[in-house]
Each structure stands twice: as structure tokens, then as C-alpha cells.
């Protein structure tokens, strides 16, 4: 029993020395609780110390601390009014002086003097740490910013808006994506628009481009087309869907494609046409128009007999047209004609040659074909008979000569081939006897 | 009788300490052992008279809430440490947010690490015992590391800092960040910011999202560093202004859903890959809620930065401790009077 007092009473007596479960106060001091303790303390803590302290701070300048340690002597020694009047007069000095740094920053700013005005917004606000214009200043206003914000304007449009600040009418597409606007929109008057500002590097490209459409326009009026298409590829190397660019030089080809069909120049004006937007204009016209006049110039050709040169440009027309039925006919009719005339001269074989090329399915074709063949059937004919002429008439080596001939023009003649036998063999036998 | 004794016995023995040890514990409140410091509370300050037992953490945790805030009674009373007896005024708010003095103002540096190494050191690589030493340097030169929405508030004066503050940050998402900073920075109980370009994650050399996941968890702040690391500053070699605007566009957008998604973690702040930013990019920055954004220009940072081109200063491995400290500074001389 006694062993367990003693036990008791260390563990007692430890619990005094280090008072284990206590509260967290580290202080055990509950003064910040209420006013009593407060004012219970006021006496330990003497309001002249601080007050001798926010002297010193004031003549270094230091006004917000100098504040500071007024209103601790003044909370230290309510009932002295001349702390009170010390306060007031150091306020009045703190406003007085940091509207004049606030004005003198102004003054920097409209000049410019980005930095110094700083440095004067910063003393004001060193001075009156809640200056709202100071701060205004130094957080925003300082701070160049990404927008410019334009108040919409009965008058305008988002088209008219992006022209005015990047000079640019297609940059629309910036103004509609920062303002959560549809691209065809059209904003109340009075509507605050953000309108992002472009670095001078942006806006040297625009600048460049937009300098470049007025020139391109310029030259457009003047009629150098040429320099017009140069100016508006290099826009659009940049800028592949820049509308006035593609305009401008669809124009500029345009015209140089009229000015070469206007030069007879249908096929270089046909792969300008081409280089226009799709359905631009009535360039599909003016191509079938310059391909007619090259059809033309085939059939003359055709006519004049020329036929390599009159299928040549029916091909070229083929390659330029590839379903041009015009142009494929003419290479038919051409090679029908040359095979005709070459039937006429008697050349044959040419004529044959001349028709396997062309196109089988083309009616004057075969029938010139079949023309040659019987041509050369009927001459092969006439030789013959020619050849038994002179054969009745024992002019043998005659006869031999007509029979070739037959045979040249059909190798598959019998009877020329036995009549020359049997000719030879008499001529033979006629040396003989002789 | 002998079982009444012994319950008598049981509870003498069990029981009584405990009632004895509860009741001196709570009755005394400490008092014996320790002097009361004497204080006079006002809604704006308190003035201390301090006692052996104080500390500007524990006063700064009795007065302020926050043990951290010991600074700011320090240097309120431009004091470094406490005397027994000494008077001392503890701001219940913050007296100078901006830092501003007559002879100039606080700045903030932000230092950049990329890449690091075990042994030696390269350009962008510092070294295990180079990153020790700088880490040492701050910790042993009263430097406080501060996180990112500590330094946001500053700037957006809202809160004052302690005058030797610094921000570290980590770009790109190295694994080396992980496998040799990171223990360091434990050591010292610092904190920091991790930019990641989320095309990055989970190459050879990179991060994987499980580390990113631990860093997050353990208390490092990871924020976005766009998907590709392309500048976003220059558009392409024949890439028009609308392919430009659409891909940066995805480089701003794409990380911060990645990251909410992968870590459910809000990206507020964006490092610009190779430091480089224009107006369009921060225009799209504010439209998707970014709050801040970070360049590499080496200057340290005035409360008055422009939020969207806060400097830091890359820490290139081939730095010595000179060239470190000369990315330390915390205050510009200027004249505000």
C-alpha cells in the first residue's frame, strides 16, 4: 500500500513539473481574448516609447510605420489628444504627398516615362499602401496590354473593325473568337469588344501583305496582270486562304488568258484559265472557246492536207480536253484522208499503214480500208490480164512483168504464180531451140 | 473483506494517477514553469513583452495562426532573434504587401533547373552534389522558398512575403527532376513547381504520370508546360495565321484537360516553351483560365510583373556558386521618395 502512495505521488508530482496534458496557450496568457486583459497590461507598455519610435520613423521618411507606431501610443494613452492630432496631421502629410507622387506620375506617364512614373506610383504607394489609382497604375494601366477594348458602334461591323486595327478584313476571325461571337454577328451599339493586339511582327506581316494587295490592286488597274499573279502568290504562300489575294489574282489570270486568246494563243491561255478558282468567271466558256479555235486551226490544217500537223493539234487539244470528241474525230478523219489520198498515188502499203493506226471503230476508217483492198484486188486484176494480153501476143517477158505485178499487189494470186512459172519455162526452152 | 481491500487496492493504484495526472494538467495550465509574457491586443497589433519560452514561430502561431509567419514579426521589428523581456509589435495584417521601401523595392527571384545528373554536369544538366550545394546555400542564407500561389498572391498584392523569398521550378518533366532533386529538396524541406509538356511524359527520360501522381501528392505543385514544347511565340515556316492560332490553341488547351484528367489538377500556370510568348498566346491564355504565365527573361520579379511574363532564371549546369547567387537577388535599389 505504501509502495503504491509513493507511486502515486511521483506521478503526481511529475505531472506538476511538466503539466502534460495543458492547453496549446503557449503563453498562458489569455489577454488576446478580451478586452480586460488588455486593458489590465496597458500599464506595462508605455506610449512614449512608441511614440519617440514613430518620431524617429517620420523624420526618416518612413510615414506608414510612423502611422503605425502613432496608433500604438494612442491605443497605449487613449485619452491623449495630441496623439490624436499627431495622427490627423501625419495623415494630411501622407495624402498630400502621394497625391503629389500620384500626380508627378501622371505627368512621367503622359510623357512616356513608363519607368519613372513607376517609381513615382510605387512612392505613392510606399506612402498609402491602399491607393487604389497608384496600384491601378502599376497593375494594369503600366502593363501593356493584349486587348483593346472598342465600344461597337451603330455604324460598324466586325468586317469594318478588323480593317481598322490590322488593316485586315479577314482577321475578323480573331475579333469572333474572342468575343464568343458567330462569325456573321453583328453586335448591339455600345457592345464592348475585345480586340487583341498584334505584336509588330504580326502586324509587320499584315502591314507587308496588306501593302501588297493595294499594289496588287494598283497593277490590276494598270493592267500588268503578270505582277499581279507574282504579288498575290507570295501573299498567298503566307496566307493560303487570304480572300482578296485569291481575287485579285484569279482577275489577273483571267485577263491574261483573254489577252492570249485575243494573241490566237488558245492552249497558253487555256492553262491560265486553269489556274483560276474553279468556275471563276466564265473561264469554262472562254476554255471550250479557245479549244473551238484550235479545232479549228485543225480542220484547216486538215484541209490543206496537213495531217500530221492537224492530228498534232487535235492531240494537243486531247490533252487539254481529254473527252473533246471534236478533236478525236479529226485524228480519224485525218488518218481516213491520208489514207485516201495515199490510195490515189497507188501507195498501198502506206495507206494500210497510215489507217492501222487509227482508231478501228471509226466508220471512214474501215471503208477506206476496205477501199484500198479492193483497189488492190482490181489492180492486181488488171496487171493479170494485162499479162495473159501479152502472153497471147508471146510477148512473154511482158507478161512476166504484169504478173508480177499482180503478185506484188496480192502474193496469194495462183494464177500469176503458175503463169510466171510456165512463161519462164517456155522462155526457157525458146533459148534452148534458138 | 479481502476483495473489498483489493478493489481498493486496484483503484488507489490505477485510477487515482490518472485522475491526479488529468487534474494537475488542466488546473495549472503550465504556469509553474513558465513565464507569461505580458501583451496588450489591439485589432491591428499586439505588443509582446517575450519570455525565454518564446519564439517568433510560436508567437506567430499563438497570434497570427501560422507558426510559418515568424518572419513577419521578425522583420516587422527587424529583429533576427528574441531577447527575454524585449517589447515587440506583431502586425495582426500584413504591413508592406509590395515590399516598398525608401531606398527601393522586393523582388522575387524564380530560378529554372531542367535536367540533372548524378556525377557531372553539362549545360542544362546540374549536377546531384551542384543542386545540393545551391539548396544548402538558400537553406544556410535565410532564403525562404515560397510555392507559386504564395508568390501569385504577392503579385496580386494580396499577401507580403518574407524579404529573402524565392521560387523554385523544375521544366519539362525530366525523370533526373524525380530521381535526383527531388530527395534533395525533401532534405530541406523545400517546396516547388513542376512544369510538364505532356507529349514528354513517359518517354525514356521523362516522368512517368505515376511520378508526376506522387509529386502531386506529396505536396509539389504541377502545372502545365503546353503538349509539344513548340514556341508558341513564332509561327512555323508556311504555317498561315489560322493553322498557327488553331495549334496554339491546342498546345494551351489539350495539357490542361490532359492533367485535369490524368491527376484532377487545375493548370493555372504556364511555362512558355523556350521562354518565348506574344499577345495572341496570352489572349488565350486568359480565355482558358490560366492565371499566370513564365518566360526565361533573368530578372527577378517586382510585385508589379506583368502576370502573363513573370521572369525566372535558368540554372544551367555549368554554373558555379557565383554564377548561382548572382540569380538571388531580392531587392532593387531604387529611389521611392
Known amino acids: 500500500m505504501k509502495k503504491s502512495i509513493n507511486v502515486i505521488l511521483i506521478i503526481v508530482m511529475l505531472s506538476l513539473f511538466f503539466g502534460w496534458a495543458s492547453p496549446v496557450d503557449t503563453f498562458g496568457d489569455d489577454s488576446h481574448k478580451g478586452p480586460e486583459k488588455t486593458q489590465k497590461n496597458k500599464s506595462v507598455f508605455h506610449s512614449s516609447y512608441y511614440l519617440k519610435k514613430a518620431m524617429t520613423y517620420k523624420n526618416k521618411d518612413e510615414l506608414q510605420l510612423a502611422l503605425f507606431y502613432l496608433k500604438i501610443a494612442a491605443a497605449l494613452s487613449p485619452s491623449d489628444m495630441e496623439i490624436d492630432g499627431k495622427i490627423t496631421d501625419l495623415k494630411m502629410t501622407i495624402d498630400r504627398k502621394s497625391n503629389n507622387y500620384l500626380k508627378k506620375g501622371e505627368k512621367f506617364l503622359n510623357r512616356n516615362n513608363i519607368e519613372e512614373a513607376r517609381n513615382q506610383f510605387l512612392t505613392v504607394l510606399r506612402y498609402d499602401p491602399d491607393n487604389k489609382d497608384a496600384l491601378e497604375y502599376l497593375k494594369n494601366k503600366l502593363i501593356p496590354k493584349e486587348y483593346i477594348n472598342y465600344t461597337f458602334k451603330q455604324n460598324d461591323s466586325l468586317k469594318s473593325i478588323s480593317n481598322k486595327f490590322y488593316k485586315d478584313p479577314e482577321l475578323v476571325s480573331l475579333i469572333v473568337y474572342f468575343n464568343n461571337l458567330k462569325s456573321d454577328a453583328k453586335p448591339k451599339p455600345g457592345k464592348i469588344l475585345k480586340i487583341p493586339v498584334l505584336e509588330k511582327e504580326f502586324f509587320q506581316a499584315i502591314n507587308d501583305r496588306r501593302q501588297d494587295l493595294i499594289s496588287a490592286n494598283k497593277l490590276l488597274k494598270e493592267k500588268r496582270f503578270q505582277k499581279v499573279v507574282v504579288i498575290t502568290q507570295k501573299i498567298l504562300k503566307n496566307d493560303p486562304s487570304n480572300k482578296e489575294a485569291i481575287k485579285l489574282k484569279d482577275e489577273a489570270l483571267y485577263r491574261i488568258g483573254i489577252q492570249l486568246s485575243r494573241q490566237g494563243k488558245y492552249f497558253e491561255a487555256i492553262d491560265t484559265f486553269k489556274k483560276t478558282t474553279p468556275k471563276y468567271k466564265d473561264v469554262d466558256n472562254l476554255i471550250q472557246k479557245a479549244i473551238q479555235h484550235e479545232l479549228l486551226k485543225a480542220e484547216t490544217l486538215l484541209k490543206e492536207k496537213k495531217y500530221e500537223e492537224s492530228m498534232n493539234l487535235a492531240k494537243k487539244i486531247l490533252g487539254h480536253d481529254k473527252s473533246n470528241t471534236a478533236a478525236k474525230k479529226l485524228i480519224s478523219t485525218s488518218f481516213c484522208q491520208q489514207g485516201r489520198d495515199l490510195l490515189i498515188q497507188k501507195k498501198y502499203d502506206e495507206a494500210l499503214r497510215v489507217l492501222d493506226k487509227a482508231d478501228p471503230a471509226e466508220f471512214c476508217v474501215e471503208k477506206t480500208r476496205i477501199a484500198v483492198k479492193n483497189t488492190i484486188k482490181q489492180q492486181a486484176e488488171a496487171h493479170y490480164i494485162q499479162g495473159v494480153k501479152h502472153f497471147l501476143n508471146e510477148e512473154l517477158q511482158l507478161a512476166i512483168q504484169e504478173w508480177e505485178k499482180t503478185l506484188k499487189l496480192n502474193p496469194k494470186h495462183d494464177k500469176a504464180k503458175k503463169n510466171i512459172k510456165n512463161a519462164r519455162s517456155l522462155l526457157e526452152k525458146l533459148k534452148k531451140v534458138k | ?337
Open chain 2, 1 to 337: 473483506m479481502p476483495e473489498t481491500a483489493s478493489i481498493k487496492k486496484k483503484f488507489i493504484i490505477n485510477i487515482l494517477p490518472i485522475f491526479f495526472l488529468l487534474l494537475s494538467a488542466c488546473a495549472i495550465n503550465g504556469s509553474i514553469f513558465r513565464n507569461k509574457h505580458q501583451a496588450f491586443v489591439s485589432d491591428d497589433f499586439v505588443i509582446v513583452k517575450t519570455t525565454a519560452q518564446d519564439t517568433f514561430s510560436s508567437l506567430a502561431a499563438y497570434y497570427l495562426k501560422d507558426p510559418t509567419k515568424g518572419w513577419q514579426i521578425a522583420e516587422f521589428n527587424r529583429m533576427t532573434t528574441l531577447i527575454p523581456g524585449q517589447e515587440l509589435i506583431i502586425p495582426l495584417s500584413p504591413f508592406n504587401k509590395a515590399g516598398l521601401k525608401a531606398k527601393g523595392y522586393q523582388t522575387v527571384p524564380i530560378l529554372v533547373y531542367h535536367n540533372f545528373s548524378k556525377k557531372k554536369s553539362d549545360k542544362t544538366a546540374v549536377s546531384q552534389n551542384d543542386f545540393e550545394a545551391q539548396m544548402k546555400y538558400l537553406k544556410q542564407n535565410g532564403y525562404h522558398v515560397v510555392s507559386m500561389d504564395q508568390f501569385l498572391n504577392f503579385i496580386d498584392y494580396k499577401v507580403q512575403l518574407p524579404e529573402k523569398s524565392i521560387v523554385i521550378t523544375f521544366d519539362d518533366a525530366w525523370r533526373s527532376a524525380f530521381d535526383v532533386a527531388l530527395p534533395i529538396l525533401i532534405k530541406y524541406g523545400f517546396t516547388a513547381t513542376f512544369f510538364i509538356y505532356t507529349d514528354f511524359i513517359g518517354g525514356g527520360k521523362a516522368l512517368t504520370w505515376k511520378q508526376i501522381e506522387t509529386l502531386s501528392k506529396i505536396g509539389f505543385d504541377i502545372q502545365c508546360q503546353t503538349k509539344t514544347h513548340r514556341n508558341l511565340a513564332v509561327p512555323k515556316k508556311n504555317e498561315s495565321l489560322k493553322e498557327y492560332f488553331k495549334s496554339i490553341e491546342m498546345e494551351i488547351n489539350y495539357p490542361k484537360k490532359l492533367i485535369k484528367s490524368k491527376l484532377n489538377i487545375d493548370c493555372k500556370y504556364l511555362a512558355y516553351p523556350y521562354g518565348e510568348t506574344n499577345n495572341l498566346v496570352i489572349a488565350l491564355l486568359k480565355k482558358y483560365g490560366y492565371r499566370a504565365a513564365f518566360t526565361i527573361d533573368r530578372k527577378p520579379n517586382p510585385f508589379f510583373v506583368d502576370q502573363y511574363k513573370i521572369y525566372r532564371s535558368v540554372i544551367y549546369g555549368s554554373y558555379d556558386m557565383d554564377n548561382f547567387k548572382n540569380n538571388l537577388s531580392v531587392f532593387k535599389k531604387t529611389e521611392l521618395k
